[in-house]
């Protein structure tokens, strides 16, 4: 090895890097594919042993069972119309309220971001009992409502768009479009969201993220099987199947493809977030 040049040196530790990410790649998506596979295999087999590693032919089967067992389309429907509210006005006040805390000087400022912060540290468990008192009483219980409106503006999602607009969008050019004559409102649609595409898209897949997942929400306030979304629906039809995995498997996968597709759609603005801070520095 002494007798290496420092070139030779360099391209040996960038194949070691590249073999070592590619293991590991490899590892991570393993979990994936092994699932697909499962999606294609009779479900009185999914449990073989030894198991199996290749795609087999019965997908459409495991489907037509899935679209059997539960009202699979609805709760897709649900998910998704759940999750895109949930985003759009997710991202469009906490992308306000980011605004104001980080371009604004107003009296209580400190401690209004102090009080959103210290909102992070209570435990989401110990809210259930009065919230669901809450919902009742609003008589949203079993609607979309209590999954979309409470989580409108979430302390993390205010906190990083404060934190990204802060430096993202310079003072100096609100200042100037002040003096031409745009009102606050359009400062913000006009500069302000434009200026964030990288953040909001960020929080957006987050966002969208959380929402489809919601288990606990979802099953706490949309009890019945026609209007509850994906996770509830998957969690009854395994708890009901005797033995048969089959289209709980093919459910799975059609309920990973969305997030798949959105973080696809918008892995450019996330590599583009991560990296805007370094070219900065």
Request: glycine share 8%; aromatic share 14%.
């Amino acid at each position: 090895m002494s007798n290496l040049r420092p070139g030779s040196t360099n391209t040996v530790n960038k194949a070691i890097v590249y073999i070592l990410l590619a293991f590991f790649g490899l590892l991570f998506a393993f979990p994936f594919y092994y699932m697909m596979v499962l999606s294609t295999v009779p479900g009185t087999q999914v449990y073989r042993n030894p198991p199996h590693i290749f795609f087999k032919g019965s997908f459409m089967t495991n489907v037509q069972r899935l679209f059997n067992d539960i009202p699979f389309a609805t709760n897709f429907m649900n998910s998704v119309g759940i999750a895109v509210l949930s985003t759009v006005t997710v991202v469009f006040f906490c992308t306000m309220g980011g605004f104001a805390l980080s371009k604004y000087e107003f009296k209580g400022k400190k401690a209004a971001f102090l009080f959103i912060m210290s909102t992070l540290a209570i435990p989401q468990f110990l809210n259930i009992i009065p919230f669901f008192k809450m919902m009742i009483t609003f008589k949203w219980y079993g609607t979309w409502l209590p999954l979309i409106i409470p989580g409108m503006a979430p302390a993390f999602g205010i906190f990083m768009m404060t934190q990204f607009m802060q430096d993202s969008i310079p003072n100096d050019l609100l200042d100037a479009a002040r003096i031409d004559g745009l009102t606050e409102f359009n400062i913000l649609m006009k500069i302000a969201f434009p200026l964030s595409q990288a953040g909001i898209a960020v929080l957006g897949i987050l966002t969208f993220i959380g929402s489809w997942n919601n288990f606990l929400g979802a099953l706490v306030m949309l009890p019945t099987i026609d209007k509850t979304t994906i996770p509830v629906a998957l969690s009854k039809l395994f708890m009901q199947m005797d033995g048969d995995r089959g289209g709980l498997m093919a459910g799975t996968v059609l309920a990973v493809l969305p997030l798949m597709a959105v973080f696809i759609a918008f892995n450019k603005q996330i590599i583009d977030s991560l990296t805007e801070g370094s070219l900065k520095g």
